[in-house]
């Protein structure tokens, strides 16, 4: 699949939403897919680093005398108007044609989403604010508590609201270092502080904070100070570091989450870099440093998330007390983010097209997604006497449960069906369910009963394994094989699973099974 990003960053606009993009594209590029940017070249823009991450870009260029239109807060973060900017996309990506186009940027709305539309199939829209209208399929707000009617009247009926932190973009790194960064909380201690306030910090709140740091005592404590390659201010920073003991300013670093997870409190602000605090467990004293994230401070303090402060005066105290409130603020942090956010997008994407070696180019269709044939074929397929006797429950299924089927499927988030194409056959069935993104994940199979064709189980086996362990990235695969059923337990066994116990359901004896990522 294809899929154009139109992201800037800059020292106005910050570089939270320029990483979130390069988080799920590094994702996307894992799954085989093909990525391009479209970026401005504001001062502080992150062009460079897009490209060091090994995607294309395609560059705007700074308007002299940009057209700006009011139509939001925001507006003028584009260095154009709405229109000026379409149009000189457009010329950027002619004769070529997308499945995705993703947006990030608080300047634009429908009004570019629907001149850029020749050019795309389907739109993801990843937003903070709820200001806005769009035309997208899938909008994305990682807000804390944000709830579905702040965008019922802006977005189509039909988009897919991936809302709260559950659906952070966040590297995958994060997610890596999860387990041992709470193993790491269990003792309360101040063995290192963590600052960074954002890739820019346009004012500076680094050096204030570094400035409160020097006139308390903390013989012990080591500081770790983190800051972009595009904040204005790093002589100032590293000038100021100097007067502390055991503090290191380190510059555009690539161990965040290492970083994070060696530290035993943060301060930090109330961006993007919430949620890559959270899904550590960081205990955090955080400062809004934008008109649009005091609300969430505001809500992340009333819920005991973190500790919010309107001055770094209010640092000194919060410090002498830390011991006393770290563990709860770890706990309650690390409970509304996982880090599995990318994970999370890309299973909800309905449709897929997975690259295995061994096969090429595999389809995976959404049932949800299917037209009335295929509907009607899934249940033929179900209903097979080939199929259904290898089933917990062996009794026919009628039109109307099946339908009744479909609809819960398209609301219920914990499990997924897909019918598998490969060169135009259909090759038959997978689907998951008991989903823990990071986890594990059940998943089941069965081939097309109509198609005459040698290794079909084989493919769906390699795609249900690449799904979970690439998408859903999961640690193991679970199934269940009636014992009796000894040809699929050679299968299964044969594709590295391996037997974990017996049961009865049913009065029938059931071997469970797994498969562990290598």
């Not at 996307?28 to 870009?57: M, Q």
């Not at 179900?382 to 039109?399: A, D, K, T, Y």
């Not at 994940?441 to 795609?463: A, Q, W």
């Amino acid at each position: 699949m294809k899929f154009l990003f139109r992201v800037d960053a800059s020292l106005s606009i910050g570089t939270g939403h320029v990483m979130r993009c390069l988080a799920l594209a590094r994702k996307l590029k894992k799954n085989n897919c093909e990525i391009e940017f479209i970026s401005r070249k504001h001062e502080g823009n992150l062009i460079k680093k897009i490209r060091e991450n090994g995607f294309k870009v395609y560059e705007l260029e700074v308007l002299e005398s940009p057209n700006f239109q009011n139509r939001h807060n925001h507006s003028s973060f584009l260095g154009a108007s709405q229109l000026q900017d379409a149009e000189a996309c457009k010329q950027k990506i002619l004769g070529r044609h997308y499945d995705w186009f993703v947006i990030d940027h608080y300047s634009i709305d429908s009004v570019w989403e629907r001149e850029l539309k020749p050019f795309y199939d389907k739109l993801i829209v990843i937003d903070d604010l709820a200001d806005r209208k769009h035309i997208s399929d899938i909008l994305i707000d990682q807000t804390f508590l944000r709830e579905e009617k702040a965008y019922k009247k802006i977005v189509p009926k039909s988009c897919t609201l991936l809302l709260g932190p559950e659906y952070a973009l966040l590297r995958e790194e994060f997610s890596k270092h999860r387990s041992l960064s709470l193993k790491y909380r269990k003792n309360s201690k101040l063995d290192q502080i963590f600052i960074n306030l954002g890739g820019t910090d346009l004012y500076n709140h680094t050096h204030d904070i570094l400035r409160i740091l020097s006139k308390i005592k903390l013989p012990h404590t080591k500081i770790k100070v983190v800051i972009g390659s595009n904040s204005p201010h790093t002589d100032k920073i590293i000038s100021e570091a100097a007067e502390l003991a055991n503090c290191e300013v380190l510059v555009d670093v690539e161990n965040m989450a290492e970083l994070m997870s060696e530290s035993d409190i943060a301060i930090g602000a109330s961006g993007s870099s919430t949620w890559e605090r959270c899904s550590l467990g960081l205990p955090t004293i955080q400062i809004p440093v934008a008109k649009n994230q005091y609300e969430i401070s505001k809500k992340l303090s009333e819920h005991n998330v973190v500790e919010s402060i309107d001055m770094v005066d209010e640092i000194p105290a919060l410090l002498e007390t830390a011991t006393e409130w770290m563990s709860d603020k770890s706990k309650k942090s690390s409970e509304i983010c996982d880090g599995n956010g990318c994970s999370r997008v890309l299973h909800e994407m309905k449709d897929h097209k997975l690259f295995i070696k061994e096969y090429g180019e595999i389809e995976l269709c959404n049932y949800v997604n299917l037209c009335n044939y295929e509907r009607d074929l899934t249940l033929e397929m179900r209903n097979h006497p080939s199929v259904s006797s290898m089933m917990l429950s062996q009794q026919e299924i009628g039109p109307e449960t099946h339908q009744r089927f479909l609809e819960e499927l398209e609301h219920d988030k914990s499990r997924v069906y897909f019918l598998v194409k490969h060169d135009l056959n259909l090759i038959g069935s997978i689907n998951f369910s008991n989903i823990k993104f990071g986890h594990h994940v059940d998943f089941g199979i069965y081939t097309n009963p109509f198609l005459s064709l040698v290794g079909k189980g084989s493919i769906l086996e390699s795609v249900a394994s690449t799904y979970a362990f690439n998408i859903l990235d999961v640690k193991k695969i679970r199934l269940e094989v009636i014992s009796d059923n000894f040809r699929a337990f050679k299968f299964y066994k044969k594709h590295g699973y391996q037997f974990i116990d017996k049961k009865k359901i049913n009065k029938r004896d059931i071997i469970s099974m797994e498969k562990v990522k290598k």
